[in-house]
């Protein structure tokens, strides 16, 4: 999960002059992406492309790229492009990034970053192939808060993790091409596998289709890893309250992150639970401990900005992305395990780590 040197970067994109970008879907999402890449000095915004001639209309304004079009093969036939970020609906994916890997760009894919791990594995082997950098959306894992939990787990601050679980609920957007797992989870299991450090050895979930059929509305699923570390991740989009929130159980202090706070987003508990060998009584036996909270001050700009600046720098230095297409894999082989278990009422499957497992 390191940034890692790739071996021989094409031709020029390296050269000493901004990054040439063109984003392509700017709906509810991609419009966020092309302010971004608009913004950012060394970057420059070549295209924004829709099939929605109102959305270019709209966003043209506002981040204002060189050209508009609502043609997908204009701009990855641009030899003065040379990335392009895919913010489209999940289905598309897989053919327009293969599109645009074929045409030798560098490409960022919004999450999932395709629809099987089967078409996972193929665009990382053409991005292998070509050379290209190849990067996920898992928007999270460039969160400052986020970052300051990995070096709280990582340091062994938090003790042993006993357990993650993470809350994604609405009421909307309810999609048809993906259920609400696919939707919403991509973002939570990215943190947890992140966060741990390792893939889970099995999963098990159930789930309701209630609006649509085949369609899961709400997902309840549990990843168990080696340790004895569990995850829960809950999604729905039916929900009444709007909640984003990770809470940390480790054996020493215990975290929450709700993004949704817009000060105090992360709270350390310094509380936990231990046993006593010395005892008199069950009372002494089991030891509880109420502590301290401590709410780090941590400057938090906008997440997004901080993907897109790494992405610019991969294509820059070409290196390997945090969220590169392993890291989208392994989240697509959770996702897919997942989707099994519901559709056996909720029983136990088994991850299957062959060709992805490159945490580091
Ligand atoms: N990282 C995050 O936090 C985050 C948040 C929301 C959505 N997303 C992801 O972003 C993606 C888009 O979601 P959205 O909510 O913006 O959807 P959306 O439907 O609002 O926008 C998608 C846009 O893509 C355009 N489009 C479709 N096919 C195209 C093609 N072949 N060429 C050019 N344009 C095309 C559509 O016209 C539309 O404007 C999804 O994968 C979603 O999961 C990520």
Redo the contacts with the bound molecule.
Sequence with gaps: MNTTSMTDAPADASANRPVRVAV???????KNLARNYGQIQNAELRYI????KS?LEALQPVCRPMACT?N?QEVINDPDVDAVVI????P??HP?GMQALAAGKDVYI???FAMSSAEGRELIELAEKNKCVLMV?H?LEYHPVVEHLKELIDSGELGGIRYIYTQRLNLG?IRAEENALW?FAP?DISVILYLLGQQPTDISARGQAYLQPGVEDVMFMVMNFNDKAMGHVHVSWLDPHKTRKITIVGSKRMAVFDDLESTEKLKIYDKGAELNLDYNNFAEYVGLRFGDINIPHLRIGEPLRVECEHFLSCIRNRTTPRSDGYDGLRVLQVLEAADKSVSQGGDRVVIDKKNSDQIQ
């Excluded at 913010?87 to 999940?90: D, F, N």
Aim: hydrophobic share 30%; with cysteine.
């Design positions: 392509v879907g700017v709906g509810g999402w991609g492309c829709d099939l929605e959305n609502t997908f913010a489209t609906p999940a598309t994916h327009l919004e999450k999932p959306g928007l957007t939707n973002h």
